[in-house]
């Protein structure tokens, strides 16, 4: 079983920055990618950024595009989301996954492994 646990939620000002850290666990996988998704209640689970593990390919939702940066951590098994700039809109639970094959990053039912996800909320 694979875990995957987030860390580095929490509130912060309009035009603020956050960091999430998500650390896996458990037995080892080939994994193609981990990312971030977020949430909010009463919509879709939406993409926000995505790494591929063996050749470092980001992806990003336009809508956090020169924002955000998603980076592999310093600790195996580990990535990161840099937040910059952060607008009320942002504010979501952001869970980190996983998934083993490739293909469309941005399709979310292709991720096979999620964490229980951190809420971020930026006030205006």
């Known amino acids: 079983q694979v875990q995957l646990v987030e860390s580095g939620g929490g509130l912060v000002q309009a035009g603020g920055s956050l960091r999430l850290s998500c650390a896996a666990s458990?037995?080892?996988?080939?994994?193609?990618?981990m990312g971030w998704f977020r949430q909010v209640p009463g919509k879709e689970r939406d993409f926000v950024a995505a790494?591929?593990?063996?050749?470092?390919?980001?992806y990003y939702a336009d809508s956090v595009k020169g924002r955000f940066s998603i980076t592999k951590g310093n600790a195996e098994n580990t990535v990161n989301l840099q937040m910059s700039s952060l607008k009320p809109e942002d504010t979501a639970v952001y869970y980190c996954a996983a998934r083993l094959g490739s293909g469309d990053v941005y399709s979310r039912p292709a991720w096979e492994y999620w964490g229980q996800g951190t809420q971020v909320t930026v006030s205006s």
């Open positions: 458990g037995r080892p996988f080939n994994r193609y990618a």
């Open positions: 790494i591929t593990w063996n050749r470092g390919w980001m």
